[in-house]
């Protein structure tokens, strides 16, 4: 039976609810029927909700608020059943727009109601007036740009959808917190929305702590994309010796096999052992990088490859070794040579069995991790002198790569230094001019023992030592003059003024050069005295002036030396 709504339709006399309101004040409750209500100003609940806004948006706060008020509607449908069984199907519905009045939440005016509980028609047209949420708009949020009277209209959906036993959705046709007229819903069954699966999503909970793992997530992936940038710096430099690694480090870290980096101290070998990782498949896996060295000989069984507690005295409690941490991923063995012979077996038999005991343990674990080994020292020597077992050289060796030194591709330096000042650049929040044109060919001309890691620590010294918008000059960058091959000037400015050849003892440099070219004491003192008895024909006094000796001093060294066999 279809009930078309006349307005005023008893609609005034709700006395059945209001008997409903009990309050025990001195209990500190307020009943309603069986439900415990709140008496709570406005203006704590408007700020609530701007402070809801600000912090989740419009959206989210929206869905929010919908939610509050479509649990209060739920509520009250099944009070109207329980209050009005005897009563007509329009009767009872009324009881939802009368408590919304009720409660102080805003006055309901019906338009027009078409409902048939059988059938599941339904159609309702309501004015608001003095919404609450137009109020708390008017004195805390200000305008907004869409209907806001979002806890009415939550109520009004799960009340009608829970009092039809169908899904009914209400929506506001137009709102004067959007700056509207007159507040005016309209509600349908959803079938008859277009947009109702959008609409219903409002309902859902939708929790902000997924949205926050997926960000979580995001923010993982963005920041191994970014180590995977800056694990890079080998990849940095154009010199054909260096592209030749590159390729050889690429394919090495498509494959499974284990990769041994030769090369000096500080070419970089863990940045480009990290490198093979993060290129590898198992670039999501653990990256754990040891160095050998840095162990003592009697913990390295039990750091590699963990212990059972009580293995040994101080053992206390059973511990994973770095092998287990790095399992599906990759372990880096930096100085490989230093391992223990036993060390080396239990190592070679991770490398053919993929399987382990800790220290102290008779259980096997497996364990998939791959090894990037790396050296300093020759490790053929090393099974030469029986420091290093052969099988496991020969394991280790599958895909050696030559790192050069950084004297061997000089040419890669300005792009190495530009990447380090770019880096210290953001670590201590400055902005240098970079490197002088002297300190670059200061750079230059150094043989770098320490290789890339002296270049790091140089150039972030020259960072900290330099203020903003200066170029980074060479004291800056070393603390003493590097030594560097002789290039001392042709020529100078004396203190007249007048150009002329440069002295050689102010330049200080062919001592360096002397020493670098490995010239013992002898040789030199050999050398001079060879030059000046040519210079002085032969002779020793003559010889002896130019030298600043006596003539019995110069003979004797003379002699000593096999220069000058006759006295
Ligand atoms: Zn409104």
New binding site residues.
């Given amino acids: 039976m279809a009930v078309s709504y006349k307005p005023q339709l008893h609609y005034s006399d709700f006395k059945d609810l209001t008997e409903q309101i009990h309050f025990h004040s001195t209990e500190g409750k307020i009943w309603f029927g069986e439900q415990r209500m709140l008496l709570m100003n406005l203006t704590s609940l408007g700020a609530f909700r701007r402070e809801i806004v600000n912090s989740m948006g419009i959206e989210r706060a929206k869905g929010f608020f919908l939610r509050l008020g479509y649990l209060s509607g739920l509520k009250d449908a099944e009070l109207a059943r329980k209050l009005r069984p005897q009563c007509s199907e329009l009767d009872i519905f009324l009881a939802g727009p009368q408590l919304h009045s009720l409660k102080g939440m805003v006055k309901v005016v019906p338009l027009e109601i078409d409902l048939d509980q059988e059938t599941g028609d339904f159609y309702g047209r309501f004015e608001?007036i003095d919404?609450w949420?137009?109020e708390i708009c008017q004195t805390e949020l200000g305008q907004m740009k869409e209907?806001?009277?979002w806890v009415?209209?939550g109520y009004a959906c799960a009340y009608t959808s829970s009092f039809m036993g169908r899904e009914i959705i209400f929506r506001?046709v137009?709102?004067?917190?959007?700056g509207?007229e007159t507040?005016?819903?309209e509600g349908r069954p959803a079938e008859q929305w277009p947009d109702a699966a959008e609409f219903s999503r409002y309902f859902k909970a939708d929790p902000i702590i997924e949205e926050l793992y997926d960000l979580q997530e995001q923010l993982t992936s963005l920041r191994s994309t970014l180590q995977r940038q800056q694990g890079q710096y080998y990849g940095i430099g154009q010199s054909s010796s260096y592209n030749k690694v590159c390729k050889m480090i690429d394919k090495a870290a498509q494959g499974k096999v284990s990769v041994l980096l030769l090369g000096e101290t500080g070419v970089g070998k863990e940045v480009i052992a990290k490198s093979v990782h993060l290129r590898s498949e198992r670039s999501d896996g653990p990256f754990v990088a040891v160095n050998c060295a840095a162990i003592p000989p009697d913990l390295i069984e039990a750091e590699l490859f963990g212990v059972e507690k009580g293995a040994y005295t101080g053992a206390n409690q059973s511990r994973e070794g770095r092998f287990e941490r790095a399992d599906g991923g990759t372990i880096f063995l930096d100085e490989v040579i230093e391992l223990t012979p036993r060390a080396q077996a239990t190592l070679l038999r991770v490398l053919q069995e993929g399987e382990l005991e800790r220290v102290g343990d008779n259980r096997t674990r497996k364990v998939n991790v791959r090894v990037i080994a790396a050296t300093n020292e020759s490790l053929e020597k090393a099974v030469d002198d029986n420091r290093f077992r052969a099988d496991l050289f020969y394991r280790l060796n599958v895909f050696p790569v030559n790192i050069p030194p950084l004297r061997e591709r000089l040419e890669d330096l300005p792009l190495l230094a530009s990447h380090f000042l770019e880096k210290f650049h953001a670590q201590y929040d400055k902005k240098t001019l970079g490197l002088s044109d002297k300190a670059l060919e200061l750079c230059m001309q150094y043989h770098w023992p320490g290789n890339i890691r002296e270049l790091e620590n140089v150039i972030e010294r020259g960072v900290i030592l330099t203020d903003n918008n200066e170029s980074i000059s060479q004291d800056a960058l070393f603390v003493t003059p590097p030594p560097v091959a002789a290039q001392s000037p042709a020529e100078q400015i004396d203190v007249e003024g007048n150009m002329r050849a440069a002295d050689a003892h102010s330049t200080g440099s062919w001592s360096d050069s002397i020493i670098e070219q490995g010239i013992s004491l002898d040789q030199v003192e050999e050398i001079l005295m060879k030059q000046a008895m040519d210079q002085a024909n032969q002779n020793v006094s003559k010889a002896a002036r130019l030298l600043g000796l006596t003539r019995p001093a110069l003979a004797y060294r003379l002699k000593k030396s096999g220069i000058l066999t006759e006295s």
Avoid at 174 to 178: E, F, I, P, Q
Wanted: aromatic share 6%; with cysteine.
């Fill in positions: 608001w919404s949420e137009v209907p806001a009277c009415l209209l506001e137009s709102c004067r917190g959007c509207d507040c005016m819903i």
